[in-house]
């Protein structure tokens, strides 16, 4: 309790000094009628005594190119117009009115008298409540490009063609970034990673390309043959991309992987109907081996052109247009000819 009467007493006697100091320039309670700067951490190693440190501390009034006054004139009022914005506001920080140069508005109007007019800038905390963007001005953005352009490399030429890229760099992945006014300058679906890439890049053998599909399930488009991976578990970007990594290596080394019941796989169990393991080809190779002593054609071509017929009917299902090349496959490997119904006028 003694030490705070003592902090207040020494607090009003330097307020009735200041105010006497104000009104009557005549006194002063500076030794010699100058001004000593404040030094919080003085450099005791190399302090000096007499003359030498009194110029070394001491610096008059007359030397100084600002005035000391109790109400400054606000920053905004004595900034030049050609003056460098990217050292005024230099990062992303809280909106300051006395720095802004603009006359800003925002806000609901008070009442009638004040013809609903949006309050100032100054006391407004309205626009504290918002991110601002004037970290980001266009002489900014290109200050920052030329600082990091001496780390970039040329874009290659022969890497335009969209063909040749995804040749070279079959792995895709994309993540987005928001600009929008919130608490925080993070957006919660900045993290978010999408992972594509193509079956055919992977190299991978029929039997594990089809346990790939059956693993991925809906996230294999079977139009474009691509398999798409999204991460949002992990808080970051950077977490996310790694994680969408570790589960294509994991799809990767499970799908070539064979395990034990594997080899009891029979034709019903198939991802898709395989022309070469099918009952059907088996059957016709034995009808030809059959009829090879009478018939001498080369039937190895029509076997073909009917396994691509019966793959495409199984897969895509019964339609009218698979039926009739069904049928007309059948009747070329057959060596059928068409025959047709035509009606006569029966007369009486």
């Not at 009638?112 to 266009?138: D, M, R």
């Not at 799809?251 to 070539?256: A, G, I, K, P, R």
């Amino acid at each position: 309790m003694r030490h705070f009467r003592d902090a207040v007493s020494l607090c009003t006697l330097c307020s009735k000094v200041r105010l006497l100091t104000q009104y009557d320039p005549g006194i002063s309670i500076s030794r010699g009628n100058v001004f000593r700067a404040f030094e919080p951490k003085p450099d005791r190693r190399s302090r000096q005594t007499g003359a030498q440190s009194k110029q070394k501390f001491i610096k008059n009034p007359e030397d100084r190119d600002y005035e000391l006054s109790l109400n400054p004139q606000p920053r905004e009022e004595r900034m030049p117009v050609d003056q460098d914005w990217t050292a005024v506001w230099p990062t992303a920080q809280v909106f300051r009115p006395s720095v802004v140069p603009l006359p800003i508005r925002m806000g609901k109007g008070a009442s009638v008298v004040t013809g609903f007019v949006p309050p100032s800038k100054y006391a407004n905390v309205e626009l504290l409540k918002i991110n601002n963007f004037l970290h980001l001005t266009p002489p900014a953005v290109e200050k920052h490009c030329n600082t990091i352009k001496k780390f970039m490399t040329k874009f290659p030429e022969e890497l335009k063609d969209e063909h040749l890229r995804r040749e070279h760099f079959p792995l895709e992945i994309t993540t987005s970034d928001f600009c929008f006014s919130g608490p925080a300058v993070r957006h919660p679906d900045s993290r978010i990673c999408t992972l594509k890439i193509n079956l055919t890049d992977l190299n991978l053998e029929e039997r594990a390309r089809n346990k790939l599909i059956l693993l991925l399930e809906d996230r294999y488009d079977v139009e474009n043959d691509t398999m798409t991976i999204v991460t949002d578990r992990c808080p970051t970007r950077k977490q996310n991309r790694d994680y969408a990594i570790y589960l294509l290596t994991v799809l990767y080394h499970e799908s070539n992987r064979v395990q034990p019941f594997e080899e009891s796989k029979s034709e019903h169990d198939d991802e898709k109907f395989i022309w070469d393991r099918s009952k059907a080809k088996a059957a016709l190779e034995e009808y030809l081996e059959i009829c090879k002593e009478t018939d001498e054609r080369d039937s190895s071509s029509n076997i073909e052109k009917f396994g691509c017929v019966m793959t495409k009917l199984v897969d895509e299902g019964e339609t009218q247009e698979n039926l009739e090349e069904l049928k007309n496959a059948s009747i070329e490997f057959l060596e059928l000819k068409p025959f047709s119904i035509e009606a006569k006028e029966i007369s009486n």
